[in-house]
């Protein structure tokens, strides 16, 4: 198996049992050297490569949705050249098969991922196929139930699923965990099959992102539906595919990411009342500042991605009632927020975190219980950043990318451990308004507050 790793984050929309919109990758592989640029235009990339391990092109929207959505490790090589197949165009993967839909073209459903677990199994009666009793009322961080297939995901196979597009990519499970031979090397294995995907535990790389693999379902897929795979001659002009030819283009920026607490009564430094607040949005909003996510503006500085004229990111920390409040502000201007949440004592409950997130809004990680990182245990460490990221990950229905420092108390030992837990980046609580791809683990913030002066906000913030 290809030793790859990706990430991506969901957002739920109804239809062909859930198809999701997957962003862009953030979580990426270096730490890249700082740019002193403030703005870069990237190369054209390849809208066609040819893979010569198994002879086959990938091109356009297939190719898109392969490199944004998992590449090797989650959909392997190509098997065939697009054909048509089932009423579609298709395409074969080692671990996948590619579906093109023309009439979701522009949207992003235009590629979607047959059911090749549903096929795999059809007509299979074990007993790890029957629906298991449960209502979800037991579910737990390490153990869940999915009411719509009757199956439970737990430990290993639940971070996996989680961490590696859920729903969108592998669908609901559709087996409990049993053991079965693998056919390719007649090993025995823990499996577990899903609507796409079939899982396999792998006590050898125990410890590594390596313990748990896919099976080759689209291998089989190509078998039994008898089409063929041999290899084509690479078509003139077109390059071999190598992930250097998509490397991100990092840049810098100079941008204010405002930092507020509490929302409202009485002014104090972390108490913004929000007839103030509403005041600091009209500004912004009357000086012509954009509100983005911090998920846009790690993009921009590690990817090359675009942003609006004058952004702005408006960050809330701790996740205080008066929050809410600021919300609504903040949807009646059309402006967004990223509310950094300590999932131990939130004063904002799970539903109303759903609806912020439905609403436009971002929620990210403040840990569990908000201590001050530099001074807790190794294992208590590992806790507040991954308790929090998969508690959160679990309301919304999506990864969670990012954490923001409780009191911006964070070393070396810190920033290691919010990359283990599979963090994308980490926020400051202070540092000034200059974004660079060297501080992706400590990305500066600006404190607002509650007894800024309009006047003294837009100096703030005008930097």
Request: aromatic share 12%; with cysteine; glycine share 10%.
């Given at each position: 198996m290809e030793r790859q790793e990706g990430c991506r984050c969901v957002k739920l929309r109804s239809g062909h049992r859930f198809r999701l919109l997957i962003g862009p990758l953030l979580a990426l592989a270096l730490l890249f050297a700082p740019s002193l640029t403030t703005h870069s235009s990237a190369a054209a990339l390849p809208s066609q490569v040819y893979f010569p391990v198994t002879g086959h092109h990938v091109a356009d929207q297939m190719l898109t949705y392969w490199r944004t959505q998992g590449e090797l490790p989650i959909f392997g090589y190509p098997l065939t050249e697009p054909i048509q197949r089932d009423g579609l165009t298709v395409q074969y993967f080692e671990r996948a098969r590619l579906e093109l839909h023309p009439e979701l073209a522009g949207t992003p459903y235009g590629v979607e991922l047959t059911l090749l677990g549903d096929q795999a199994v059809a007509g299979r009666k074990e007993a790890?196929?029957?629906?298991?009793?449960?209502?979800?009322?037991?579910?737990?961080?390490?153990?869940?139930?999915?009411?719509?297939?009757?199956?439970?995901?737990?430990y290993g196979f639940k971070s996996f699923w989680q961490a590696n597009g859920g729903l969108a990519i592998f669908g609901y499970p559709i087996s409990e965990e049993f053991s079965e031979k693998n056919p390719d090397n007649g090993q025995i294995y823990t499996v577990q099959y899903f609507e796409r995907a079939r899982f396999e535990y792998h006590p050898e790389f125990k410890g590594t992102p390596y313990e748990v693999e896919l099976g080759r379902l689209g291998a089989a897929a190509a078998a039994r539906d008898e089409v063929p795979v041999a290899a084509v001659p690479r078509q003139d002009g077109v390059p071999d595919y190598d992930p250097a030819l998509f490397a991100p283009h990092p840049q810098s920026i100079h941008i204010p990411v405002l930092m507020y607490h509490q929302i409202g009564p009485n002014a104090a430094r972390y108490v913004t009342?929000?007839?103030l607040f509403d005041q600091e949005m009209d500004w912004l909003k009357d000086n012509g500042y954009h509100t983005v996510t911090v998920a846009q503006l790690y993009d921009y500085v590690l990817t090359g991605g675009t942003l609006p004229a004058k952004p702005v990111v408006i960050t809330f920390d701790d996740g205080t009632a008066g929050q809410w409040d600021a919300a609504a502000a903040l949807d009646?201007?059309?402006?967004?927020?990223?509310?950094?949440?300590?999932?131990?004592?939130?004063?904002?409950?799970?539903?109303?975190?759903?609806?912020?997130?439905?609403?436009?809004?971002?929620?990210?990680?403040?840990?569990?219980?908000?201590?001050?990182?530099?001074?807790?245990?190794?294992?208590?460490?590992?806790?507040?950043?991954?308790?929090?990221?998969?508690?959160?990950?679990?309301?919304?229905?999506?990864?969670?990318?990012?954490?923001?420092?409780?009191?911006?108390?964070y070393n070396n030992q810190v920033i290691d451990a919010a990359a283990n837990a599979g963090y994308s980046g980490a926020l400051a609580a202070w540092g000034g308004q200059d974004w660079t791809p060297a501080k992706r683990w400590q990305e500066p913030r600006v404190e607002v507050s509650g007894l800024l002066s309009i006047s003294d906000f837009a100096g703030l913030v005008r930097g």
């Amino acid at each position: 198996m290809e030793r790859q790793e990706g990430c991506r984050c969901v957002k739920l929309r109804s239809g062909h049992r859930f198809r999701l919109l997957i962003g862009p990758l953030l979580a990426l592989a270096l730490l890249f050297a700082p740019s002193l640029t403030t703005h870069s235009s990237a190369a054209a990339l390849p809208s066609q490569v040819y893979f010569p391990v198994t002879g086959h092109h990938v091109a356009d929207q297939m190719l898109t949705y392969w490199r944004t959505q998992g590449e090797l490790p989650i959909f392997g090589y190509p098997l065939t050249e697009p054909i048509q197949r089932d009423g579609l165009t298709v395409q074969y993967f080692e671990r996948a098969r590619l579906e093109l839909h023309p009439e979701l073209a522009g949207t992003p459903y235009g590629v979607e991922l047959t059911l090749l677990g549903d096929q795999a199994v059809a007509g299979r009666k074990e007993a790890a196929f029957q629906r298991a009793g449960g209502n979800g009322a037991n579910d737990s961080k390490d153990r869940v139930y999915f009411s719509t297939t009757g199956h439970y995901l737990a430990y290993g196979f639940k971070s996996f699923w989680q961490a590696n597009g859920g729903l969108a990519i592998f669908g609901y499970p559709i087996s409990e965990e049993f053991s079965e031979k693998n056919p390719d090397n007649g090993q025995i294995y823990t499996v577990q099959y899903f609507e796409r995907a079939r899982f396999e535990y792998h006590p050898e790389f125990k410890g590594t992102p390596y313990e748990v693999e896919l099976g080759r379902l689209g291998a089989a897929a190509a078998a039994r539906d008898e089409v063929p795979v041999a290899a084509v001659p690479r078509q003139d002009g077109v390059p071999d595919y190598d992930p250097a030819l998509f490397a991100p283009h990092p840049q810098s920026i100079h941008i204010p990411v405002l930092m507020y607490h509490q929302i409202g009564p009485n002014a104090a430094r972390y108490v913004t009342p929000l007839w103030l607040f509403d005041q600091e949005m009209d500004w912004l909003k009357d000086n012509g500042y954009h509100t983005v996510t911090v998920a846009q503006l790690y993009d921009y500085v590690l990817t090359g991605g675009t942003l609006p004229a004058k952004p702005v990111v408006i960050t809330f920390d701790d996740g205080t009632a008066g929050q809410w409040d600021a919300a609504a502000a903040l949807d009646q201007r059309g402006m967004h927020g990223v509310f950094f949440i300590p999932t131990g004592f939130s004063a904002l409950s799970p539903d109303q975190l759903r609806s912020l997130n439905a609403r436009g809004h971002e929620i990210e990680s403040h840990t569990v219980t908000h201590p001050f990182l530099t001074q807790v245990s190794d294992s208590q460490l590992n806790y507040e950043m991954v308790q929090s990221k998969s508690w959160l990950g679990s309301v919304l229905g999506k990864p969670v990318h990012y954490v923001a420092y409780p009191y911006g108390d964070y070393n070396n030992q810190v920033i290691d451990a919010a990359a283990n837990a599979g963090y994308s980046g980490a926020l400051a609580a202070w540092g000034g308004q200059d974004w660079t791809p060297a501080k992706r683990w400590q990305e500066p913030r600006v404190e607002v507050s509650g007894l800024l002066s309009i006047s003294d906000f837009a100096g703030l913030v005008r930097g």
